[in-house]
Each structure stands twice: as C-alpha cells, then as structure tokens.
C-alpha cells in the first residue's frame, strides 16, 4: 500500500513538514508491512494558483504541472494530509493541490492530522467537505494534534504515546479502505 504524506503548509518555519517526517519515520519503521510511505511536500511542488482552461473534473490538463501532478498523485493507495489551521480553515496551498485535479483524488482514502488553536478542528471539518466532492472516502481517520505551540520548540515533533496509538489505529483504517482491498 503506498500512502502519501501530504504536507498542507509551505510557510517558512512551518509545524507541518515536523509532523509528517513523524509520520514517514514511524510508518517506515513498522515491521513486516506492505506500507511505502512517502512525503509529498507542496512547498517543493510549487504548484501555481490553479488557473487552467478546464474543469479538473473534466481529466483534461492543459497545464504540464498539472499533469505532472496528476501522474503523480494517480499513484498513490491512499493519503494522510497534514493540515494546519489557518483563520479556522486549511491552508490556501493545500485547497489548491486538491483542486488541481479530479479522478486521480477518487475512490481513494484519506485521513487527516491537524493541529491549531483549536487542534485544527475547523480545518479538518472544512477539508474534509472538500475531499468528500472529490469522492475519496473518509474512513473516520483524524489526529487532532494537542498543544503545539508548546510542543513545537525543537527541530522535530516528539509525539506523545496517544498519537503514536492513533497513527497505527489511523493505518489501520486506511488499509480496509484502500481500493484495491477485497
């Protein structure tokens, strides 16, 4: 099963890119698993504001990232985005990764790790209206990320043994939704 980190932020000094380097560490890590885990940094994607001729839905890309996006996405089993809270929604560059495309985000399943002033709780609740359009199924997988802003003075996210627990339970969810599962 290939499950891409997505991280949601491309700010300088950002919590996100921490939070999933945990994430890929500790899914690399399990023993005897079919999990390939990979980081897809849209800080280094670098994705322009949407502005192609055709409806993502439509599978037309004008745009050569686009289609690079696209290609790359359609490779992915499953996602787990890293959402930080931003105003009491997701961040502007994770919106625009997901409306680059259509068919590629389908049929898929994602789950979501946030965190904020509220844990990330608003902005979970409005992503998750978005991938829900893009038709990826939402196996109830969430990680709402406690006290961040007093556990994020050092170079890497030290999870604690609750979110440790909830990533293996969060994987779990992912695998029995995956598409190709019988």
């Known amino acids: 099963m290939r499950i891409y980190i997505i991280v949601g932020s491309i700010r300088e000094g950002r919590t996100a890119i921490k939070v999933a380097n945990w994430v890929n560490y500790s899914l690399s890590s399990q023993p005897n ?15 322009p504001l949407f502005a192609g001729s ?9 745009q050569p990232k686009q289609q690079e996006w696209a290609d790359k996405i359609a490779q ?14 997701y961040s502007p560059a994770l919106k625009n990764a997901l409306d680059y495309l259509g068919k590629e985000w389908s049929g898929k399943p994602a789950s979501f ?3 904020g002033v509220t844990y990330g709780s608003n902005s979970l609740g409005q992503i998750r209206q978005v991938t829900s359009s893009l ?12 006290d961040i802003f007093k556990r994020n003075k050092e170079e890497s996210f030290e999870a604690n043994e609750f979110e440790e627990k909830a990533l293996t339970d ?3 969810k992912l695998k029995k939704y995956q598409k190709n599962s019988v």
Do not use: C
């Open 54 to 62: 055709h409806p993502p839905a439509t599978g037309i890309y004008d």
């Open 33 to 47: 698993t079919d999990l390939q885990a990979e980081i897809i940094d849209l800080k280094q994607w670098d994705l």
């Open 170 to 172: 969060l994987v779990q």
């Open 135 to 146: 038709n990826m199924i939402d196996p109830n997988a969430v990680i709402e990320i406690r």
């Open 76 to 89: 992915a089993d499953a996602f787990i985005f890293i959402s930080p809270e931003y105003n009491h929604g």
């Open 113 to 115: 790790i946030s965190y």
